[in-house]
């Protein structure tokens, strides 16, 4: 048994209690520096749970010692454990950002920021489909209540239509939750792997019925076309830390998909084997094609960075889509890389903002910022980054996708969209940046500065790129072990539920 | 039984899109709140309607399967808390944006359009 697993869950729902309590509710300092520590701390655990998985391979905590499939269990792979790292560095660079002043612009931010990050890992650790419905839900309520975080109009009517979504998808998730217990009669994901196998061809179509459906909640989630009209609008809208935590959240779908429709409709599952991929391939260029236009079109620098999810968004699904361990080992490196720039870019969108007056961070000619070489030279550097330009990790992240797109059908549909979408990325940004810093017009007087906290928190977030190319080996090599672990079903079922052995 | 409880569902299910797709915020709350209706009846439709399952081991030849009444009540519990969330998010959105309509603002009807136009 091993009691780590259940830490990166426990320790941000423990915090965001005792934030709430008496000798630390009442001083803003207090709140903060809980905060910022014990996510500190959640890094660290994260870390080093990822170093005993990748050293013991997969374990499972069965909770209340029920054992599976029968109890519900908490897994972690690499995978998972990729994602509890990148959550965590992640919010600490959101929370250090928010610890400057935006948090107390509203109540509560410091607890609900906490109970986010316990839904977030949650869902990463979850063995059971029905326990990833649930984590979803503590994430989406911590996320509706931080989303309207500090108030206004935008705020309200984006929270408004991101609430109604969300609920409506969360009906369908358990419409397909409903279909596949009554066919497969198990929610484990491991046991439902294994009964796919023995499928009558009678519940054939109701399970492909209930799988698809799963493919529409978690492609509201990712933001994957004809259902990604909300992400620009809310991103744009939410306060700067809080946008840089949604960076992950549509990660969270590409997650989910990955774990639905490699572990459960894997190569085991027969003729339901991968029956998501002749959706998710055209939409997903469909959606990186789309993210390249609105980066394009986009009036200000926050829609900007949204449509600039929109594209990371469309090229992981892709990559999902093409089912080889290259791809998934792809898709995990791209999304560590993309999540943490466009957090980056959230973070400096309202440093820029915060320096430019009235002009806020529209796209049109206002006062110079205050401190053009400091915010100047961190968007170069996030903008290289996230266009894929050499030497940072975005570079890197584009070559393995390219890469990994060898061979697959369709091979040059991918290129051309990723390189096109990469370009028309690269002159929206430049078109910005020019904006931003050059288009000048009238003289500075307000005396905004960067805190030192907010260039900490941009500087953490933009570290990871350079660790990500300067650990590009070893790094690589990981998200590799972790494809071969994702892709190994039959190893994954052994090690759940080892009594089954009925497999060829 | 089937029948009427899948025709129960199917109107729910009906009657929840139909209010869903309304422009203001109330309608669609009540359409949500059936929709979550419908889909809990069908969680619980999930474990086979059958009667005089037994719940208790022993009992009986046949049982009641409990996970979908544990599936079920959970999804309830949520539901309503996700309802009532809902229910103050479009009170503040009434005092925030001066009206009901889920874009914050409400669409100019077409006759009054034209009557500006003559």
């Not at chain 1, 013991?56 to 995978?79: C, E, H, K, R, S």
């Not at chain 1, 600039?308 to 490196?333: E, I, M």
């Not at chain 1, 968007?379 to 992240?397: D, E, K, R, T």
């Amino acid at each position: 048994m091993n009691h780590l697993i259940l830490v990166p869950i426990l320790l941000p729902f423990l915090t965001a209690l005792l934030i709430m309590l008496p000798p630390i509710h009442y001083s803003a300092q207090r709140r903060r520096w809980l905060s910022m520590i014990s996510t500190a701390l959640l890094l660290v655990v994260s870390v080093v749970l990822l170093l005993t998985i990748k050293q013991q391979g997969l374990t499972f905590y069965a909770l209340g010692n029920w054992q599976p499939p029968f109890g519900i269990i908490m897994v972690a792979d690499l995978v998972s454990c990729i994602m509890l790292c990148l959550t965590a560095f992640l919010a600490l660079g959101a929370i250090s950002y928010g610890s400057a002043g935006e948090d107390e612009k509203g109540s509560f931010f410091h607890p609900l920021f906490q109970f986010q990050l316990m839904g977030i890992n949650g869902a990463f650790l979850t063995g059971d489909l029905f326990n990833l419905f649930v984590f979803f839900e503590v994430l989406l309520i911590a996320s509706y209540a931080l989303l309207i975080h500090a108030g206004g109009k935008n705020k309200t009517r984006a929270t408004v239509h991101y609430v109604i979504l969300n609920l409506t998808g969360s009906a369908v998730f358990l419409l397909a939750l409903a279909i596949l217990y009554g066919t497969l009669g198990t929610l484990n994901i491991a046991d439902m792997a294994l009964k796919v196998t023995q499928l009558p061809d009678d519940n054939l179509m109701l399970v492909k019925a209930g799988a698809l459906m799963l493919l529409i909640v978690f492609a509201l989630k990712a933001a994957i076309l004809p259902l990604q009209f909300w992400l620009p609008a809310t991103y744009a809208s939410a306060s700067a830390p809080v946008a840089a935590l949604f960076a992950v959240m549509t990660k969270i779908g590409v997650y989910a998909l990955l774990r639905v429709f490699t572990t459960i409709f894997g190569e085991q599952a027969g003729p339901l084997q991968g029956l998501a991929n002749s959706w998710l391939w055209p939409f997903g260029l469909a959606t990186m094609l789309l993210g390249a236009i609105g980066v394009l079109a986009s009036q200000d620098f926050r829609k900007l960075v949204a449509n600039l999810v929109l594209v990371s968004v469309g090229s992981l699904v892709v990559l999902v889509a093409v089912q080889n361990t290259a791809a998934h080992a792809a898709v995990l490196y791209y999304t560590v890389h993309s999540t943490l720039i466009c957090g980056a870019l959230f973070l400096l969108a309202d440093l820029i903002a915060t320096q430019r007056g009235k002009a806020q961070d529209r796209l049109v000619a206002a006062r110079r910022v205050n401190q053009p070489v400091l915010l100047g030279t961190l968007f170069v550097l996030c903008a290289i980054s996230v266009a894929g330009l050499p030497p940072l990790s975005g570079f890197i992240g584009k070559v393995m996708l390219l890469q990994a797109a060898f061979g697959a059908n369709g091979q040059y549909w991918l290129w051309a969209i990723l390189l096109l979408s990469s370009l028309l990325v690269l002159i929206g940004l430049s078109r910005a940046g020019s904006t931003l810093f050059w288009r000048v017009s009238g003289m500075q007087k307000a005396e905004e500065r960067v805190q030192p906290l907010q260039l900490f928190a941009v500087l953490w977030l933009l570290s990871a790129s350079l660790l990500l190319m300067v650990f590009a080996g070893p790094l690589t090599e990981l998200s590799f072990a972790a494809a071969r672990q994702l892709a190994d079903v039959l190893g994954t079922i052994q090690s759940i539920l080892p009594g089954s052995g009925v497999l060829p | 039984m089937e029948t009427l409880f899948a025709l129960c569902i199917g109107f729910l299910t009906a009657c929840g899109v139909f209010l869903m797709l309304r422009g203001r915020t109330f309608p669609v709350v009540v359409g949500l709140t059936m929709l979550s209706y419908a889909v809990n009846l069908f969680i619980f439709a999930s474990g086979r309607l059958n009667l005089k399952g037994a719940v208790v081991l022993g009992t009986s030849d046949s049982y009641a399967d409990p996970l979908p009444q544990a599936l079920v009540l959970t999804a309830i519990v949520i539901g309503f808390a996700m309802t009532a969330f809902l229910v103050i998010l479009a009170i503040r959105a009434r005092a925030d944006l001066g009206n009901d309509h889920v874009d914050g603002s409400m669409p100019a009807p077409r006759h009054a359009k034209r009557e500006r136009t003559k």
